[in-house]
């Protein structure tokens, strides 16, 4: 039971440092103007870390390394985190599981990306339907937008109403029930 617990909030306290990492290098990669409150927010929450390996990790190509790198590691300690809290032997099991927890930290990797995905696009729609000339829309608007655009130009508005938003939830949900699942179990697979 205190072992559950444990392992709840190594979780939890791992995914939401992982989530603001994630956020900060996706509103780079879309050009997410970081005036906004919400990127404001984010900013400061990752850069007690950030700043620091930035010194170290230079930006190329345009990207937020830095905050790549640190998302991957936050889902790499809770894969290890959590099977050392559930009695995982770790020195027994030698060198040859380290890809297992390797593929591990990609699977939980992009289900967490995927999860952020689905919650960005629901926040879009809500802020469309609800209050388009809110502050944060524009920039929701740019988050969820790259993900809806391909599915925009072949799905035209029904009576004036987007369903583009509902089709990318189940792609995305299908996402994370086959091919993240399957990579998952087939790291577990290796580590056990």
Not at 48 to 60: D, E, H, K, M, T
Request: charged share 10%; proline share 8%; aromatic share 14%.
């Amino acid at each position: 039971m205190l072992q559950d617990a444990a392992q709840f909030l190594l979780r939890v306290a791992c995914e939401l440092v992982a989530t603001a990492f994630w956020l900060r290098f996706y509103m780079q990669l879309c050009r997410v103007p970081f005036g906004n409150p919400f990127a404001q927010f984010i900013v400061r929450v990752t850069g007690f870390a950030v700043r620091p390996l930035r010194r170290i990790v230079p930006g190329l190509f345009g990207l937020d390394w830095t905050s790549l790198i640190l998302f991957l590691s936050c889902e790499f300690i809770w894969a290890i985190g959590s099977h050392l809290l559930a009695g995982y032997p770790f020195l027994a099991a030698g060198a040859q599981v380290w890809p297992g927890f390797a593929l591990l930290t990609l699977a939980a990797s992009l289900s967490l990306i995927t999860y952020i995905a689905m919650a960005l696009v629901v926040i879009q729609a809500l802020i469309s339907w609800i209050n388009p000339y809110s502050p944060a829309a524009p920039m929701f608007y740019a988050l969820a937008g790259p993900m809806l655009k391909p599915f925009q130009r072949f799905i035209p508005p029904i009576a004036g109403i987007d369903i583009t938003p509902m089709i990318l939830l189940i792609v995305l949900q299908l996402l994370v029930l086959a091919p993240i699942a399957g990579l998952k179990r087939y790291a577990l697979a290796l580590i056990w």
